[in-house]
């Protein structure tokens, strides 16, 4: 029975550890983007994403370089002063961020879909309307 709850406190402690990494992450891509610093933006995208931007056309298997510039491209065009997270849902190794990108021309949502790998979270998907 010892034993037993060793183990349980080592998986517990184990899985705790893992959720808290990526909390520290998502928290990081939530900061990057509240300072639209794309540079730091960059590493966050997966190999092929999936970019959704109001007033342009849906892309698929995008690379992240493009991803990126596409995104810029919106935040200047669109005077973005900010980011402002609604939400945060984890399910398995999905998590899924929605918020408001802040503008002197209104707001726009903004929904992310992002994927936790060995190598930390990857954005899978985004859109913005």
Known sequence: MHLLRKILLVFSFTFSLGVVMAQNETETLVQTLQTANFSNLLSFWDAASEVNILDQSAQKQVTPAQANQQLQLFFSNKNIIGFEKNAERKLGTTIYITGK??????????????????NGVSIVSIRIS
Request: no cysteine.
């Open 101 to 118: 990108l802040l503008s002197a021309q209104g707001k726009f949502n903004l929904s992310l879909l992002l994927q936790e790998t060995k």
